[in-house]
Structures are given as structure tokens and as C-alpha cells.
């Protein structure tokens, strides 16, 4: 499943990231405009101070890359947890779920130092290809209301059922009366730009390798929405439209805004199962999200996924001690930081870095941001994790690998992100046990004595019972039979009780029976049957 075993030394990636930094700053700053959105979408769907949000994408951008080995991943608040801790805070309160996030932080740190990474080599990839694709789908169509200015629903909420008791697909059909003739400008102008900077040709031109195509999108965004304020009135994009930073108007009030943990709970059991499950939900998301990074990565390299536990443990640690969210690694952003042509885990540093200038020092610049403008960012980060290609290639792989794709991406669509992720495991682990069906589990031949000679497979699990109990009941009369275990490392014991059952068989058929190497469960000594 996994690339190359190949894993930088730490100077290595050090003059790896100094010699790259004129893609990994171009691709921050694309990941920081789509983040900004996110983080604070996150933070309202999950019932939590909008600047929770940007806590924890400044400590996921600046704590995680310090810590972490992965060369593309961006680590922030992530929608799969915005249920689990919506509950947990209407249950607990805030500050006591922040409690219950710096526990989880140690638990996760934990499940790192005793290996638990090794979780993420078990997923086929077939389930990894299908969230890649799932996920782009889920982010062109949650794109779409807002490139036409419907702007009421949240940016986290990510599910197919929302909390507004609409699903993704009857709020296609609802924003139609909501459409804005400014925000669709602002996206169709935004879109052909980021079509334009992705032209070949116009990528040999010095000004398109040096700017990123999302920066010059915002910039265009901004430029038009100022222009209908000063020019065309019935144009104007209201502020439901654009990005909303809270600002703050001295030091005292920034202050004001850090919420911090009531360890006077640190005795109540709910806090700690609370804990538990925000720790083996984050570490399953960020384990999801490494193995398709690592696919996604040009260079192949491989992520270090104990490495990564504890990296992120430290981050939501930090983050519940602060007022922030629980931070994982997140696909949206890493897809968005790969495609924006990063090379080195500095993006995702530079990325952290600007979110935490931008809320310090120049929100009201941010907030003048057109919602729609990221849309189209966000559109094409979608369609090129979902190209029609994929699906094709999928296919041609065979039916034991496509089925699981297209399960995992309509569970995904329509469910959620970990509930998607389950229904295509569960089909993958049905295909497995189909394909492991066909393997009959022996071969047959006869020597020159026509001796039959039935030779066990290495690995021979219940899931072959009938095909040898077929094999064995169409043996002929009167016949030599050697059935050999030699090869065999595994025999399940619904097998070797069908071979010691059929001694008896054999002997009424009148078969020569000889049993060689079946040992294991009874450790019977091998026997020759007259």
C-alpha cells in the first residue's frame, strides 16, 4: 500500500524546506484562503465560539508541522468531529469539553508512543481512492450555493443531512431563490482566472509561477466587490457574503476571547470517555487523511503515522488549553495544499502563520473576501480529486476494487465522512472474502502411478471449507489418494476436521488414503490408511 520505506533524516528535510520555499509560500497562502472559511464553519456547526475555529487552525498550521514528518498534510478543524463535539459541549459545557480535549490530546500522544499508527496500513486502497473521490464530490456540490451567493448555511457542515433540516442536494434547489447577481459575477470571473492560470502555456510565463492562481482569485474578488460598492448598487454583496473575522478593537479584548479549561472537572468520568472518543475518532481521521496525502504526493513519500499521533496529540493538548477545537489532519486542505504545488510541510507552516497574523493584525482586510471567490478555489480542488479519469481507472482495476471505490463514495455523498468510510470497508472486506472464496484453497494432480495428490494451499481458511469438501467428495472409488500438507503455514479447523472426517469416507469408498503433515490442531502423527 505504501510507496517507498524511504524516510528523510531530519537535516534533510530542513534543506529540503529552505530550497523549496518559493512553491511551499505561494501554495500557504492559497491553503490559508480556503482554511480561513473552514475554520470558521467548523466552529459554528460544532456549537462553539467562531474564534475556537481559528484557534485551532493556527495551532494545527503552527504546533503540527514543528512535531510532524508529513511533507504535505495540513492539520486544522476538521467537520468529521463537528457532531461529536457539539454534543459533548451541550453536555459538558465549554469549558469542560476543553478539558476533555487536552486529555484526549494525551491519549492520542499515547496511542502514538505505543504504535497505534500501524491502523492506517489496514485500509484498502480501493477505500482510500473512495474518500479522495467522495470528498471532492461533497466539496464542488457544498460550493455550489455559495458561488451563487446563497450564503445562509455554514461552511462545516460537511454531511449529507444538515442541521437546518435541509441534506446537500435539497439546498441545491432551495438557494435558487436566493441567488445573488453579484456573488455570480464575482464566482464566474473567479473561475475563469483559476482556468486561465492553469493553461500549460500560460504557466511558462514567469508571472503565473510566481503568484499563485488563488491569490490573483481573492484579489479579483475583492477588486470586483469594491467596484459594485462604489459603481453598481444593485450588485453589492452584503457582508452574509463575505468572510467574517471577529475584530478586535484593543489588546484587552483579544485577550477576552481565550477560554480556558475548568479542571475542577478533571475528576468527572465524563470527561474522560468524552476524551477517549474525541481521541480515537481524531487519530481515524488523521490516519485516513496520511494514507491518501501519501497517495496524492508526487514523490511517494511516506508519513511516519506514530510520528503523526503524537504530533497531533501535542496540537489538540494546546488547543483545549487555549479555547480551541480539536484539531486533525484534514484532506480539503492537504488536497488544496498538493494542488497548489507545495513541496515541504512548510506551506502548511506559512498557512498557520498567516491565519494567526490575519486575526491579529489585519481581520477587516480578510472580511472583505467574497465567499464566492473561494468557492471557485474550492471547485477546482474538487473536481480534481473527482475527475472522471479516476473513475475510469477504477474500474479497469477489476470489480474487487471498483465496488468498494464507488460504495465508499456514495456512502460519503450521502452519509457522512466516518460513516462513508465504514460502509466502504464493510464492502471491501465482502469483496476479499469473495475473491478468497474462488481460491479453492489446494490443487490436484496425479503422478505416474495415478496417485491423486491433493496439495494444500499455504493458507487454507474456513472460507474454503466447501470447495475442499467438494474436491474430496468427487474422488473416485477405489482410488489412491495423497492428500499433502506439506506447504501448508495455516489450516483453519473447520478444514482439518472436514480431512479427519474423511477417513472414514474414504475407507467405506474404498479410497487408499494417505494424510501427510496435517498437523496443528490435533497434532495427530501423519498415518497411512490402507
Not at 518559493?22 to 472559511?37: K, W
Not at 467537520?79 to 459541549?89: D, F, N
Not at 467574517?244 to 474522560?272: M, V, W
Not at 473561494?374 to 474538487?382: D, K, T
Request: charged share 15%.
Amino acid at each position: 500500500m505504501k510507496h517507498t520505506n524511504y524516510q528523510p533524516s531530519q537535516s534533510d528535510q530542513d534543506l529540503g524546506v529552505l530550497s523549496n520555499l518559493r512553491y511551499d509560500i505561494p501554495a500557504g497562502v492559497g491553503v490559508f484562503l480556503v482554511a480561513v472559511p473552514l475554520c470558521l464553519g467548523i466552529a459554528m456547526a460544532s456549537g462553539a465560539p467562531l474564534f475556537s475555529g481559528l484557534i485551532a487552525g493556527i495551532i494545527g498550521g503552527i504546533v503540527v508541522p514543528l512535531v510532524s514528518r508529513s511533507a504535505l498534510g495540513v492539520s486544522g478543524p476538521a467537520a468529521g468531529l463537528t457532531v461529536i463535539v457539539l454534543v459533548a459541549i451541550q453536555d459538558l459545557g465549554f469549558e469542560a469539553f476543553l478539558l476533555a480535549l487536552v486529555v484526549a490530546g494525551i491519549f492520542q500522544a499515547a496511542m502514538g508512543f505505543f504504535k497505534a499508527g500501524v491502523i492506517a496500513y489496514f485500509f484498502p486502497s480501493s477505500v482510500i481512492n473512495g474518500m479522495l473521490s467522495g470528498i471532492g464530490i461533497i466539496i464542488f456540490l457544498k460550493q455550489i450555493p455559495h458561488a451563487l451567493g446563497y450564503d445562509r448555511d455554514y461552511e462545516g457542515d460537511m454531511s449529507f443531512f444538515q442541521g437546518d433540516d435541509y441534506n446537500t442536494f435539497s439546498e441545491l434547489s432551495h438557494m435558487l431563490g436566493y441567488i445573488t447577481p453579484g456573488a455570480v459575477i464575482v464566482s464566474a470571473v473567479s473561475l475563469a482566472v483559476l482556468l486561465l492560470w492553469e493553461k500549460p502555456s500560460m504557466k511558462k510565463l514567469r508571472i503565473f509561477q510566481l503568484l499563485p492562481g488563488s491569490l490573483i482569485v481573492v484579489m479579483a474578488g475583492v477588486l470586483l466587490s469594491q467596484m459594485f460598492y462604489a459603481f453598481y448598487p444593485g450588485l453589492v454583496l452584503e457582508s452574509e457574503h463575505l468572510v467574517s473575522i471577529p475584530i478586535f478593537k484593543n489588546g484587552a479584548d483579544l485577550l477576552n476571547q481565550f477560554i480556558f479549561p475548568d479542571f475542577s472537572q478533571i475528576t468527572n468520568p465524563q470527561i474522560y470517555a468524552t476524551a477517549l472518543t474525541l481521541a480515537v475518532v481524531a487519530s481515524l481521521e488523521t490516519l485516513l487523511c496520511v494514507e491518501a496525502t501519501d497517495k496524492l504526493d508526487s514523490e511517494m513519500r511516506v508519513t511516519p503515522t506514530n510520528r503523526e499521533l503524537v504530533a497531533q496529540g501535542l496540537a489538540n493538548s494546546v488547543s483545549g488549553l487555549i479555547g480551541g477545537l480539536p484539531v486533525t489532519q484534514v484532506i480539503v486542505r492537504s488536497s488544496a495544499n498538493i494542488q497548489a504545488g507545495a513541496k515541504t510541510k512548510a506551506a502548511a507552516f506559512v498557512h498557520g502563520l498567516l491565519l494567526l497574523i490575519t486575526v491579529l493584525l489585519i481581520p477587516m482586510l480578510l472580511n472583505l473576501i467574497p465567499l464566492a471567490s473561494l468557492a471557485a478555489i474550492l471547485f477546482v480542488v474538487g473536481y480534481k480529486l473527482a475527475k472522471p479519469e479516476l473513475f475510469k481507472k477504477m474500474y479497469q482495476t477489476g470489480m474487487y476494487h471498483f465496488v468498494p471505490y464507488i460504495a465508499t463514495v456514495l456512502g460519503l455523498v450521502l452519509t457522512d465522512l466516518l460513516m462513508g468510510i465504514s460502509i466502504g470497508l464493510v464492502i471491501a472486506l465482502v469483496c476479499i472474502l469473495l475473491e478468497n472464496y474462488k481460491n479453492t484453497g489446494y490443487c490436484r494432480e496425479e503422478d505416474e502411478n495415478k496417485t491423486i495428490i491433493v496439495r494444500l494451499s499455504e493458507h487454507v481458511s474456513f472460507l474454503n471449507k466447501a470447495n475442499i469438501l467438494q474436491a474430496l467428495n468427487d474422488l473416485p472409488d477405489n482410488s489412491e489418494v495423497v492428500i499433502d500438507a506439506s506447504n501448508s503455514r495455516y489450516i483453519d479447523y473447520d478444514v482439518y476436521e472436514i480431512i479427519i472426517n474423511f477417513k472414514v469416507e474414504a475407507k467405506r469408498k474404498g479410497i487408499r488414503l494417505k494424510i501427510v503433515n496435517l498437523d496443528g490442531w490435533g497434532n495427530l502423527e501423519n498415518e497411512k490408511l490402507a
